[in-house]
């Protein structure tokens, strides 16, 4: 329901524009985010975006990521510039949806993303 793409390797200072596209019976989606999860620690959330386009930040990425939504696609990006080695994590996407069957909560299946210094 949630495919998330853009991830890659990238050195310290770089940027990279991760995707998120949802398809399937959605209604309306209320709120679409970005966490992070890396290696050996828990899943954490950067940032949120909701109708009309309301965004909210974890401090260590405000600054330095900008998410946004394409309202018409159902697809919602994160915009990560300035990257640090400890950005290096899988990045997941995560819509909270009104459907038919009332309110669901969709993941995507991750993104890497690998920084080096």
């Known amino acids: 329901q949630l495919q998330a793409s853009g991830g890659g390797l990238v050195q310290a200072g770089g940027s990279l524009k991760l995707s998120c596209a949802a398809s399937?019976?959605?209604?309306?989606?209320?709120?679409m985010a970005w966490y992070r999860q890396a290696p050996g620690k828990q899943r954490e959330l950067d940032a949120t975006?909701?109708?009309?386009?309301?965004?909210n930040y974890a401090d260590s990425v405000k600054d330095r990521f900008t998410i946004s939504g394409d309202n018409a696609k159902d697809t919602w990006y994160l915009q990560v510039n300035s990257l640090k080695p400890e950005d290096t994590a899988v990045y997941y996407c995560?819509?909270?949806?009104?459907?038919?069957?009332?309110?669901?909560?969709?993941w995507g299946q991750g993104t890497q993303v690998t920084v080096s210094s």
């Open positions: 399937g019976s959605f209604i309306v989606i209320e709120l």
């Open positions: 975006i909701t109708r009309p386009s309301n965004t």
């Open positions: 995560y819509a909270n949806a009104v459907t038919t069957y009332g309110t669901r909560n969709y």
